[in-house]
């Protein structure tokens, strides 16, 4: 946050690490809206980095599943090179499991999911702003329901959903995974977010994880 010498206006500054031009755009329309913020676009990891170097306390809206960050690990240690940044983990679909992590370590995180309300949106961006954890309703639910759920049942895959999974742990986008079938993106698109839920995981980093360990995908084939 800086001070603007002319009115004495603290600035807040937003970088808005997701690649989805649609979801930036709402974003950003959102923020005009509100007093005292400037939003920056970061396209990947290492423009999301230089931004963080001149503003070292701003407020990172990401989405996990799309963003060019690898896995959990990778997202705790630029926490860590951060520590003055509160991060807003904003996606379509996450993990109780991972939820859980990221609460565990840091009150820096809060968690947002793309079906929330734009009161709901505007609320938890306005709580980054202040350093203040936001846990949106539905995840919130659906960390309550995990907490009270049975033993977990084992994961089923249909035939297409394992196919798709292999395709993705050999390295094909969606785009190039629904050329070779002969499906459309949105089809493929759907698959790949019914498939992450399925496993319990949030990107492509780790569904290749899981596709290794689970075999369907042999070492010697494994070149990303």
């Known amino acids: 946050m800086q001070t603007n010498s002319n009115d004495n206006i603290e600035t807040m500054y937003y970088a808005l690490a997701d690649p989805q031009d649609i979801t930036r755009a709402g974003l950003m ?8 913020t400037e939003t920056v676009p970061a ?8 931004h963080l170097k001149q503003h070292p306390d701003a407020v990172v809206v990401v989405d996990y599943t799309l963003f060019d960050i690898n896995d959990i690990d990778e997202l705790l240690i630029l926490c860590q090179r951060f ?15 991972f939820v859980r992590q990221l ?6 995180f809060s968690i947002l999911l793309k079906e929330s309300p734009l009161s709901e949106i505007r609320e938890c961006l306005v709580y980054a702003a ?3 954890r936001f846990i949106c309703q539905r995840m919130t639910e659906i960390l309550l329901a995990a907490t009270m759920a049975p033993v977990e049942e084992e994961v089923q895959l249909t035939k297409t959903e394992t196919e798709i999974l292999k395709d993705i742990a050999l390295g094909l986008t969606t785009r ?21 839920r ?27």
């Not at 520590?83 to 499991?97: A, I, K, N």
């Not at 609460?103 to 820096?108: G, K, N, T, Y």
């Open 29 to 36: 329309y959102v923020l005009s809206q509100m007093e005292g």
């Open 43 to 50: 396209e990947d990891k290492t423009e999301l980095i230089e």
């Open 83 to 97: 520590p003055l940044v509160h991060w807003v983990v904003f996606s379509f679909d996450l993990t109780s499991d």
């Open 103 to 108: 609460m565990a370590v840091s009150q820096q």
């Open 130 to 132: 202040r350093g203040h």
């Open 176 to 196: 190039e995974i629904a050329e070779r079938r002969f499906s459309s993106f949105h089809t493929v698109n759907t698959h790949r977010k019914n498939i992450f």
């Open 198 to 224: 399925k496993i319990g995981v949030n990107n492509v980093h780790e569904a290749t994880k899981y596709a290794l360990r689970a075999g369907l995908v042999d070492t010697a084939e494994y070149y990303i």
